[in-house]
């Protein structure tokens, strides 16, 4: 039986240092890290510094994307006089005549209701013949599949400049021009190609197996899609439906051809071109900002009604 022989750390022959040692090498606990850091992510220098940066940055957006809306809210209740004198100064006292002259003298409310009117019939007319589209691209093999797909694509990189005129003379000839279903139907085609682009991506991601098993029980391909497949697509249609209301909602050149004589059958964008010039003879500035901040609050509000539900769309295929 052989015994381990001396540390060579310790000098043989004294026990007390020997003895010191050992109680140290015992209690010792484990080394900590150079430079006081507790070693988590983010908590170093470099980890503070980014922190600062994008903060500032976050904040910086906020105030590019938030200014514009509060300025104009804020200058909407000054007279024009004040708002010539010093636009950047809080109204001493609230002129809701503005808002009584943009809603009833400038026509921003029928405007307001011409635009719901066409953008509800637009979004869900985009809505419904852009999922079934996109429904039966993704889901089913056909001769002709990707061609058609790929032609949907397309029409996303078209600018839509290059075609007004040629759409002028074909809504003249169908007899469309100043009306609101042949305005729904130049957005419901102007909407598609996104929409079957963005919906055929969803559908891939749905799991086939409960298309499958509806299937078997009996169910038509038409139940399939809109009592299976259709609910489970919803956080993606909130998504869509909203990209294709604020595109809709702020569209100005296609309703510039479309409504050309009848201002009555005016949309909320052509209302405000109107009253802008308007504005430059008779000099009514809190009356133009009242109109824009009624334009905005109707994409705001549909903004936080559904935000949870956009953001679930768009990372809905991440997640998969």
Same mark, same amino acid.
């Given at each position: !039986?052989?015994?381990?022989?001396?540390?060579?750390?310790?000098?043989?022959?004294?026990? *007390?240092?020997?003895?010191? *040692? &050992?109680?140290?090498?015992?209690?010792?606990?484990?080394?900590?890290?150079?430079?006081?850091?507790?070693?988590?992510?983010?908590?170093?220098?470099?980890?503070?510094?980014?922190?600062?940066?994008?903060?500032?940055?976050?904040?910086?957006?906020?105030? #590019?994307?938030?200014?514009? &809306? @509060?300025?104009?809210? !804020?200058?909407?209740?000054?007279?024009?006089?004040?708002?010539?004198?010093?636009?950047?100064?809080?109204?001493?006292?609230?002129?809701?005549?503005?808002?009584?002259? *943009?809603?009833?003298?400038?026509?921003?409310?029928?405007?307001?209701?011409?635009?719901?009117?066409?953008?509800?019939?637009?979004? /869900?007319?985009?809505?419904? @013949?852009?999922? #079934? /589209?996109?429904?039966?691209?993704?889901?089913?093999?056909?001769?002709?599949?990707? $061609?058609?797909?790929? $032609?949907?694509?397309?029409? !996303? *990189?078209?600018?839509?400049?290059?075609? @007004?005129?040629? &759409?002028?003379?074909? #809504?003249?000839?169908?007899?469309?021009?100043?009306?609101?279903?042949?305005?729904?139907?130049?957005?419901?085609?102007?909407? $598609?190609?996104?929409?079957?682009?963005? !919906?055929?991506?969803?559908?891939?991601?749905?799991?086939?197996?409960?298309?499958?098993?509806?299937?078997?029980?009996?169910?038509?391909?038409?139940?399939?899609?809109?009592?299976?497949?259709?609910? #489970?697509?919803?956080?993606? &249609?909130?998504?869509?439906?909203?990209?294709?209301?604020?595109?809709?909602?702020?569209?100005?050149?296609?309703?510039?051809?479309?409504?050309?004589?009848?201002?009555?059958?005016?949309? @909320?964008?052509?209302?405000?071109?109107?009253?802008?010039?308007?504005?430059?003879?008779?000099?009514?500035?809190?009356?133009?900002?009242?109109?824009?901040?009624?334009?905005?609050?109707?994409?705001?509000?549909?903004?936080?009604?559904?935000?949870?539900?956009?953001?679930?769309?768009?990372?809905?295929?991440? $997640?998969?």
């Amino acid at each position: !039986m052989t015994s381990a022989g001396p540390s060579p750390s310790l000098r043989p022959g004294d026990p *007390a240092e020997t003895a010191v *040692a &050992l109680t140290k090498g015992t209690t010792a606990g484990p080394a900590e890290p150079q430079g006081g850091t507790t070693g988590k992510p983010g908590s170093g220098e470099g980890g503070r510094t980014l922190n600062v940066f994008s903060h500032a940055f976050l904040i910086l957006w906020a105030v #590019m994307a938030a200014g514009p &809306l @509060l300025w104009a809210v !804020m200058n909407s209740f000054k007279s024009s006089g004040a708002i010539l004198e010093d636009p950047w100064s809080l109204p001493t006292r609230l002129h809701w005549d503005n808002w009584s002259f *943009a809603w009833n003298e400038a026509d921003i409310g029928q405007y307001t209701i011409n635009s719901v009117i066409v953008v509800t019939g637009s979004v /869900v007319g985009t809505m419904l @013949l852009g999922s #079934m /589209v996109a429904y039966v691209l993704a889901r089913y093999e056909f001769p002709g599949n990707r $061609l058609i797909y790929f $032609l949907f694509v397309g029409g !996303m *990189a078209f600018p839509i400049i290059v075609a @007004l005129v040629p &759409l002028f003379f074909v #809504m003249k000839n169908f007899t469309l021009l100043d009306t609101y279903h042949g305005l729904i139907l130049v957005y419901i085609a102007y909407s $598609l190609p996104f929409t079957v682009f963005f !919906m055929a991506a969803f559908f891939r991601t749905l799991p086939g197996s409960i298309a499958e098993a509806a299937e078997i029980d009996g169910a038509s391909h038409t139940r399939i899609f809109f009592q299976v497949m259709l609910p #489970m697509a919803k956080p993606g &249609l909130i998504s869509v439906g909203i990209f294709n209301f604020l595109g809709q909602w702020n569209q100005y050149l296609i309703p510039q051809v479309v409504h050309v004589g009848d201002t009555d059958k005016y949309v @909320l964008t052509q209302g405000l071109a109107n009253l802008a010039a308007q504005t430059g003879y008779r000099g009514n500035w809190g009356g133009l900002f009242a109109g824009l901040t009624l334009a905005v609050l109707p994409i705001l509000v549909v903004y936080v009604v559904f935000q949870r539900q956009v953001q679930a769309g768009l990372t809905a295929g991440a $997640l998969k």
